[in-house]
T-cell receptor, first 110, second 113 residues
Framework: GDSVTQMEGPVTLSEEAFLTINCTYT??????LFWYVQYPGEGLQLLLK?????DKGSNKGFEATYRKETTSFHLEKGSVQVSDSAVYFC?????????FGKGTTLSVSS | EAQVTQNPRYLITVTGKKLTVTCSQN?????MSWYRQDPGLGLRQIYY???????DKGDVPEGYKVSRKEKRNFPLILESPSPNQTSLYFC????????????FGQGTRLTVV
């Protein structure tokens, strides 16, 4: 069945460091792909999305490109801030459900 | 403000005592769903609804019921809760099943003792 695999955390970075969180998916067909962010004590918020191959989603300095050839959707940010500390979930749309990765905790220190 | 509202946010209950977690959205979305979040497992879908009176099982439906009598509301019912249903629950809605604009509630942390 469809699945999403993302890198295990936690990821600990200093402010202004470069961030990459890897995400790969398996699916029949070409699902829409998403990154969600969950701040402490809150629900999930859509961070960015891509609906077809080679699309680049971007928001708040974060970017991810839908790579069909490598079935990947890696999240990147050039310079992280303390306020980016959160749990990040990669997800793919599979029929009537979103399939989530297990989440990656990012901790940014000043 | 567009939002999905869940209640309660926190709940501690005893095994076997029926409970309902409410979910309401104000965006006129057709599609609503429930997920549970467990450490190391991410989020897994429990039930979903494509529209009023149309519901179906997700990946982990055992021990849960839902109803969709009105478009805005999608309550999650645990008829006889058990400790393995201790989890963080999220309700979500989107205009359609493609989830391109999915909104999540703030979550309900349920503990069954």
């Amino acid at each position: 069945g469809d699945s999403v695999t993302q890198m295990e955390g936690p990821v600990t970075l200093s402010e202004e460091a470069f961030l990459t969180i890897n995400c790969t998916y398996t699916a029949t067909g070409y699902p829409s792909l998403f990154w969600y962010v969950q701040y402490p004590g809150e629900g999930l918020q859509l961070l960015l999305k891509a609906t077809k191959a080679d699309d680049k989603g971007s928001n708040k300095g974060f970017e991810a490109t839908y790579r069909k050839e490598t079935t990947s959707f890696h999240l990147e940010k050039g310079s992280v801030q303390v306020s980016d500390s959160a749990v990040y979930f990669c997800a793919s749309q599979a029929g009537t459900a979103l399939i989530f990765g297990k989440g990656t905790t990012l901790s940014v220190s000043s | 403000e567009a939002q999905v509202t869940q209640n309660p946010r926190y709940l501690i209950t005893v095994t076997g005592k029926k409970l309902t977690v409410t979910c309401s959205q104000n965006m006129n979305h057709e599609y609503m769903s429930w997920y549970r979040q467990d450490p190391g497992l991410g989020l897994r879908q429990i039930y979903y609804s494509m529209n009023v009176e149309v519901t179906d099982k997700g990946d982990v439906p055992e021990g849960y019921k839902v109803s969709r009598k009105e478009k805005r509301n999608f309550p999650l019912i645990l008829e006889s809760p058990s400790p393995n249903q201790t989890s963080l629950y999220f309700c979500a809605s989107s205009p359609n099943q493609r989830h391109t604009e999915a909104f999540f509630g703030q979550g309900t942390r349920l503990t069954v003792v």
